[in-house]
């Protein structure tokens, strides 16, 4: 039980796209959903937190005109980065909470490149 | 902000014990996570400690002393496959809920 998945699992685009990338929980439903990012030999960084049918909270200096998230069911959310850029390019994580533990759940991670 | 620190690197031989610490300063707590994260792949669970004291689960134990703003992760018989790096996560109340804050992580080596 408490599966996360996550998709795609890497994704190429060239600067200036946007990128979707859809956190999705299998045999629960998530509360809440988490988006963290990964730069290479660094720990996971929350960007933000969002409650299904509300607006995401974002970290303090995540920008969220950037970094969209739209949670519209307890089964799932979606993290766009728009107008790509090659900074941007990370590891990208979600996690979910099923808002009775206290665990969350992790998915495998969507590496993005950007060129 | 929220301190969390952990030492970078750590090296041990297989079948020897390591201890790895993390000390915390934070506004808030609901406890304390370990995780396990080999390179390219996401965190998976290891351990939780809310209340002062140890907690085990078989090869692995955790300990925490909140007046100390301490703990630690113990790996006992190493194993080859324990290589990865190993995440200190505080849980912190936020709007309602609760979110964590990582330290910045603890890569362990083992050497035959």
């Known amino acids: 039980g408490a599966v996360v998945s996550q998709h795609p699992s890497r994704v190429i685009c060239k600067s200036g796209t946007s990128v979707k990338i859809e956190c999705r929980s299998l045999d629960f439903q998530a509360t809440t959903m988490f988006w963290y990012r990964q730069f290479p030999k660094q720990s996971l960084m929350l960007m933000a937190t969002s409650n299904e049918g509300s607006k995401a909270t974002y970290e303090q200096g995540v920008e969220k005109d950037k970094f969209l998230i739209n949670h519209a069911s307890l089964t799932l959310s979606t993290l766009t980065v728009t107008s790509a850029h090659p900074e941007d390019s990370s590891f990208y994580i979600c996690?979910?909470?099923?808002?009775?533990?206290?665990?969350?759940?992790f998915g495998p991670g969507t590496r993005l490149t950007v060129t | 902000g929220q301190n969390i620190d952990q030492p970078t690197e750590m090296t041990a031989t297989e079948g020897a014990i390591v201890q790895i610490n993390c000390t915390y300063q934070t506004s808030g707590f609901n406890g304390l996570f370990w995780y396990q994260q080999h390179a390219g792949e996401a965190p998976t669970f290891l351990s939780y400690n809310v209340l002062d004291g140890l907690e085990e689960k078989g090869r692995f134990s955790s300990f925490l002393s909140r007046s100390k703003g301490y703990s630690y992760l113990l790996l006992k018989e190493l194993q080859m496959k324990d290589s990865a790096s190993y995440l200190c996560?505080?849980?912190?109340?936020?709007?309602?809920?609760?979110?964590?804050?990582f330290g910045a992580g603890t890569t362990v080596t083992v050497r035959a």
């Open positions: 996560a505080v849980s912190l109340p936020a709007f309602g809920d609760y979110k964590l804050s």
């Open positions: 996690s979910a909470r099923d808002g009775t533990g206290y665990e969350q759940y």
